[in-house]
């Protein structure tokens, strides 16, 4: 099983980006993202179902950033947009053996490698 994450870059605040994670190896019904500043704890961002019709977001990024899937291509994307210098960090995806998403980090199986994200003011 094998999580790949790709698509951060350095950009200046407002911009955009997209955030990949492919997985092989098995199918993952529950999928999220979860990002990591810099002597900061890991924190939620953004999970969704298979059918990609429940989303959930953390608060930050509500209304500014979209996760989706293409169940075909076992890819999950992060549309980042409107991006702050706040959003800054090493962006991990995840996959969970559940099909309910969850919010916790503990709560999830596998995790990719992670993509750094640089906002500049």
């Known amino acids: 099983v094998q999580l790949q994450a790709s698509g951060g870059g350095l950009v200046q605040a407002g911009d955009s980006l997209r955030l990949s994670c492919a997985a092989s190896?098995?199918?993952?019904?529950?999928m999220g993202w979860f990002r990591q500043a810099p002597g900061k704890e890991r924190e939620f961002v953004a999970a969704?179902?298979?059918?990609?019709?429940?989303?959930y977001y953390a608060d930050s990024v509500k209304g500014r950033f979209t996760i989706s899937r293409d169940n075909a291509k076992n890819t999950v994307y992060l549309q980042m947009n409107s991006l702050k210098p706040e959003d800054t960090a090493v962006y991990y995806c995840?996959?969970?053996?559940?099909?309910?998403?969850?919010?916790?980090?503990?709560?999830?199986?596998?995790w990719g490698q992670g993509t750094l994200v640089t906002v500049s003011s």
């Open positions: 190896g098995r199918t993952f019904y529950a």
């Open positions: 995840a996959a969970d053996s559940g099909v309910v998403p969850k919010t916790r980090a503990a709560a999830y199986d596998y």
């Open positions: 969704l179902n298979w059918s990609g019709a429940n989303t």
